[in-house]
């Protein structure tokens, strides 16, 4: 390649460098410019004139219980589902981490097969599985541990493990990908200097693996602010998401200015949630950690 | 000539296969399109899919297409809201829509459909419900009690609302639509309310019958498919149901049974977005949609919604007449949903409604 280009000063070269990178990330720029900025942009624009300047639709929000009571709720949800998340993506990570490549691989090869699957297709199976004479509950009540099915279904623990199933992939790939950065040796060495298991795990591993945790529960939280599917599906009354009050005021409710006040706010208290990231775990880990 | 018909096969051969595909990658994301070839004018339809859609492709999609030789694009996932767009933009992807009362309701209301040209569009037949301002009803279909004969294990079912809100003498598990409409009038009406005077709703009294009941529904559904599915296998002994999926269910086996008593009837409209330069074909189509004999052969063969249409029926047998919700038997027993009522009210009563569901 470098014999085909003419030598001239090294300025001139790097000039040259730095144009053809502009080019190559300019498809990109355009993308996030037509699909990204311009939308967000309009829908904010939206959100404060109707038709002319206003903030009434902000205030609406926030004095009608409703909003702020499902703001809530929406919060909640994210928050349980970025833990059962955690506490069964990080087991796994940190299993995989030490498995066999064989092993390894063929836990991978399942990870992003459920990846695949439509979510749809993977709520509806949730359903067959816990309903109150699913799979689950045909065998605990002919195996006579319970004498009454089960309530997992329609309600908050259907929706927990419903929205968990999903953001497996989410949480384990960025914790592995962490890990994997982690030198084995140093637990040798801990445990060598007369460690146990334990205080190894505590004071090496995990402290290490911190990055990890912080961008797949970031990632997972953010995902579940907007979700909605898998709330509607398998969860209760109780279970509304602020997402489906969004979709009410577009599609049924032609009242798209409250629609885009209500984004803009979901939008804002994500952007919030980064923030803190941010400034107490450092944004640059998030792609610094992650090496898919 | 023989290359050239070669290449035409190897051309239909990849065009069918990138369709294929494109089905296949659509039919997961979003609307489907699916095309009904013929030469000459185009005319773009959406409506709500499976096999209602299927219904209409058979009876007017097909026959009209090889009749005025035009070719008819559909696409699925009709709303109001993709109407608003259209119009607002003057960018039309749907020639013509069919909608559910609530959106037409909203439509006229914001001025986005298209007036009817009688002219064109001969309305003498049609029933005085299916006809408003800017559209006409296509089907009459029936939201109403729904029960699986098998898991009710020989009890006696539930006949109508009171006996549903009445837990002691019918037990077991229930569902609702998680939606206000309709249910607030199965509220009035368990308490006593005559069916013809529900409307204006007492809201207070609905909501205080709805208090009644809420516990004991253990599912709230949110889609089509979920009711069937709940009744299917027996998670729930009695919900809500569409009319139309009931009988689909039932003739696949499914021991399921809908009671007509305090039955909500509603429509599905044709509508034409406003404005759109196409809306002459669009009438045309209408007119030859709604016709006796078009409706008559839809219902009668491919789906068990109702005729707006009152001589379709005289294509239609006695025995299939009565599971279709506009059967005058059937009808008596029924209330009209009022769309005017709730176009003005939805925002309101939705948002009482959420509330009350989170508390």
């Known amino acids: 390649m470098s014999t085909l280009i003419p030598k001239t000063n090294g300025k001139n070269q790097q ?39 206003t903030f009434k639709h902000y205030i609406y929000f926030f004095q009608n219980p409703l909003y702020t009571r499902v703001l809530w709720i929406t919060l909640q949800i994210s928050v349980l589902a970025t833990l059962t998340s955690l506490i069964i993506g990080y087991p796994l990570a940190y299993v995989l981490r030490r498995a066999k490549p064989t092993v390894r691989s063929g836990f991978m090869m399942c990870i992003v097969l459920s990846f695949i699957i439509s979510l749809l297709v993977r709520n509806y199976s949730w359903i067959m599985v816990l309903q109150r004479n699913g799979v689950v509950n045909m065998l605990l009540t002919t195996l006579g541990i319970v004498e009454f099915p089960l309530k997992m279904l329609h309600n908050k623990i259907g929706v927990m493990v419903g929205m968990t199933h999903i953001f497996i992939p989410y949480i384990v790939f960025p914790i592995y990908s962490v890990m994997t950065g982690i030198d084995l040796s140093l637990e040798k060495a801990a445990q060598n200097l007369g460690a146990s298991r334990w205080q190894t795990f505590w004071r090496i591993s995990f402290p290490l693996s911190l990055p990890g945790i912080g961008a797949g529960a970031l990632l997972v939280f953010i995902m579940s602010i907007g979700f909605f599917i898998t709330p509607a599906l398998l969860g209760g009354r109780k279970e509304q998401m602020l997402s489906n009050l969004i979709q ?33 775990l450092g944004v640059e880990r998030l792609w610094g950690g992650v090496k898919l | 000539m023989k290359k050239k018909k070669e290449m035409k096969r190897r051309e239909f051969i990849a065009t069918t296969g990138m369709a294929v595909g494109a089905a296949l990658v659509t039919s997961s994301i979003g609307p489907f399109v699916h095309t009904t070839m013929a030469k000459g004018k185009t005319l773009r339809i959406c409506s709500y899919g499976g096999s209602y859609q299927e219904s209409q492709r058979k009876a007017f999609f097909e026959p009209f297409a090889d009749k005025f030789g035009v070719k008819i694009i559909e696409t699925s996932g009709p709303d109001i809201a993709k109407i608003k767009a259209q119009v607002d933009n003057n960018a039309y992807e749907w020639d013509l829509a069919d909608l559910e009362t609530r959106h037409v309701a909203r439509g006229e209301l914001e001025n986005l459909l298209e007036p009817l040209d009688t002219n064109v569009v001969d309305l003498s037949g049609i029933d005085k419900k299916a006809l408003r301002k800017a559209a006409v009803g296509n089907i009459f279909w029936t939201t109403s009690l729904a029960y699986n004969k098998e898991a009710l294990k020989g009890r006696k079912p539930a006949s109508s609302w009171a006996d549903f809100w009445d837990v002691k003498n019918f037990p077991g598990p229930r569902a609702l639509q998680d939606q206000a409409p309709f249910n607030l009038e199965y509220a009035l009406i368990a308490d006593g309310v005559p069916m013809d005077k529900l409307y204006p709703l007492d809201l207070d009294r609905a909501f205080k019958k709805m208090g009644e009941i809420r ?9 089509g498919a979920q009711q069937i599915q709940l009744l299917t296998s027996a998670e729930v002994n009695y919900s809500s149901a569409w009319n139309g999926r009931v009988n689909v269910a039932q003739t696949k086996g499914v021991p399921l049974e809908i009671v007509w008593e305090g039955g909500c009837v509603d429509l599905d409209w044709w509508c034409i977005p406003r404005g759109n330069p196409n809306k002459d074909l669009a009438m045309k189509f209408i007119d030859f949609a709604l016709s006796a004999e078009r409706q008559g052969e839809q219902m009668a063969k491919y789906i068990a919604y109702g005729p707006t249409n009152l001589g379709a029926f005289k294509y239609i047998s006695d025995e299939r007449a009565k599971q279709l919700p506009s059967y005058p038997e059937n009808l008596k027993k029924q209330f009209a949903h009022n769309a005017d ?19």
Request: glycine share 2%; aromatic share 16%; charged share 15%.
């Open chain 1, 15 to 53: 000039q040259r460098a730095a144009l053809r990178q502009f080019l190559l990330v300019l498809p990109a720029l355009i993308a996030l410019l037509l699909f990204f900025v311009i939308p967000i942009g309009s829908i904010f624009v939206k959100s404060l004139f109707d038709p002319d300047l």
């Open chain 1, 248 to 280: 009410i005021q577009v599609v049924d409710l032609l009242n798209w200015s409250f629609a885009s006040a209500m984004s803009v706010i979901l939008l804002a208290v994500t952007l919030i949630i980064f923030a803190f990231y941010n400034r107490y």
């Open chain 2, 341 to 359: 009522y709730w176009g003005a009210k939805l925002a309101e009563v939705t948002e009482r409604w959420k509330l009350w569901m989170i508390s």
């Open chain 2, 215 to 223: 516990e004991h529904i253990t599912v709230w559904w949110k889609n």
